[in-house]
């Protein structure tokens, strides 16, 4: 996002908690109007990723997990956290290669998107992996359980119509991929 006037000017800034993986901070923020907004909420993340990863035979390397915030299980892409120090690239082949034993193949960045301007300061960078193979098995970490299926065209676009898969930084990249490459 481009930096502009519109720009509101942070007062004051505390953060409620630093933990690994939540980090909220409360902003005291001026307008450009002047009005003052004396609790306007931020959460910090490091920046995310996403591999919508296609075998060599063209099947989709899909997970399938429980998240519990929605408390259910359902398909994912593999995504991730960008390491300090790792370039989305990196962080990107890392996760797949962990979460799913996939490496190799062709990679592109297909796009970056966040999942809420208003209230992250993060991005989530979105890629294309064609052409990959099983490497090794996966190496989950141990908060992880993850099965790694490889689903056909048809599967996956019946996941997405359907409205099966839930996450929006997943949904977008997919929805996209399937559109640009005619598949709907």
């Known amino acids: 996002m481009e930096h502009d006037k519109e720009k509101w000017e942070i007062l004051h800034s505390e953060y409620l908690i630093r933990r690994p993986w939540l980090t909220a901070r409360r902003d005291k923020v001026r307008l450009p109007n002047g009005v003052v907004n004396d609790e306007y909420y931020v959460l910090e ?88 193979r099983r490497l090794a098995a996966p190496h989950q970490e141990a908060t992880e359980d993850i099965s790694v299926h490889l689903l056909g065209t048809d599967e996956v676009r019946r996941l997405l119509t359907d409205g099966e898969i839930k996450q929006a930084t997943m949904l977008a990249p997919l929805w996209r991929y399937f559109a640009e490459h005619h598949l709907l």
């Not at 490091?46 to 398909?75: C, K, S």
């Not at 956290?81 to 592109?108: I, M």
């Open 45 to 132: 993340y490091p920046d995310w990723i996403n591999v919508i990863a296609l075998t060599e035979e063209g099947q989709f390397v899909m997970e399938r997990q429980y998240r519990h915030g929605l408390q259910g299980t359902g398909y994912e892409i593999c995504a991730g956290v960008c390491e300090k120090g790792e370039t989305p690239l990196e962080a990107a082949q890392r996760e797949l290669h962990e979460e799913t034993g996939f490496g190799g193949g062709e990679w592109t960045e297909l796009m970056s998107i966040s999942a809420n301007t208003s209230s992250t300061n993060n991005l989530c960078h979105c890629f294309v992996a064609t052409g990959v």
